[in-house]
């Protein structure tokens, strides 16, 4: 597989994580570690009847207990850190710390192995975080701040880069072996969900329709994209390109009526498409070098 081939497989994950808002506001009233083992769940299925109908089965008994551990911990940490840092803290700044995670994964990359991370890299994803925090800080708060969630949606930021930036460590792991991650994420979700949340089932079609729609994309295909893309694709280029997903978001939401267009928009999407081609200009001449 060539590296642009993998950097676009990696980016249909952001497109998919695009569709996350959209289809959680559907899922409601289903509390959000109930709806992570939900998702995870569809995911791990079908990435296991994927395994499984191409003949990867086998492959999967001789992958080391540790990936599996690594990858478990990546998935259910982030996003048990990221509900908790939501739930303490439902402001604009949690979510913009949140949203840390693909300028760390651009300058994480630089310590990879064949890696070479330049000025021009980081400045567009400066850039791009910009147009990111436009939006973010826009929507406003829902809520009363707290230290502790600001402290976690900036841990949840740090172990999505780091579980994204390792990856590339374990090339030769197959992608298969995310179908192991989101099963082990689902158990240890529903298990965190029975010890605190309560129990709430979604009350109508569209609600069970958007839990089926993010286990299948959003918590589901894009995993496996995701690892393809950070294994064998352009690292800093797919770290800046994923600050289009609060863009998409948020546009998918307008589009659905659920939030009304603003000039903001235009404005971020200039700066989150020029700090991508920025990292993709810095690339272009770091392979032609």
Known sequence: ?????????????????????LFTIGSAPVPPLLLNALCFAIGGGIGLIWTLATG??????????????????????????????????????????????PLFIVLLSGLLPGERLTALHIFGALVAFAGAALI?????????????????AFGCAVTWAVY????RRLGAVPTASVTIFCLATAVLSMVAHLALEQTQWPDT?????????LGIG???????????GMKKGDIQLLGVASYAAPLLS???????????????????????T?????????SAKRNQA
């Open 56 to 101: 990867q089965g086998a492959v999967l008994r001789k992958v080391p207990f540790k990936v599996y551990a690594f990858g478990t911990l990546g998935l259910f940490g982030y996003h048990l850190l990221y509900f908790t840092a939501f739930r303490l803290s439902p402001t604009a700044e949690t979510g913009l710390i949140a949203y840390l995670w």
């Open 205 to 213: 079609a569209m609600g069970w329709f958007s839990v089926l729609a």
């Open 164 to 167: 994204s930036v390792l990856s």
């Open 250 to 272: 948020t546009l998918a939401l307008v589009i659905a009526g659920i939030a009304p267009p603003s000039l903001m928009l235009l404005v971020a999407a200039i700066l989150i």
């Open 218 to 228: 959003p918590v589901g295909i894009a995993f496996f994209t995701w690892d393809t």
């Open 136 to 152: 973010v800080l826009t929507r406003g708060s829902s809520g009363e701040g707290s230290v502790l969630g600001l402290v976690l």
């Open 1 to 21: 597989m060539t590296r642009n081939r993998a950097t676009a497989i990696g980016f249909t994950a952001v497109l998919l994580w695009a569709l996350l808002a």
């Open 274 to 282: 020029g700090g991508a081609a920025l990292a993709a200009k810095a």
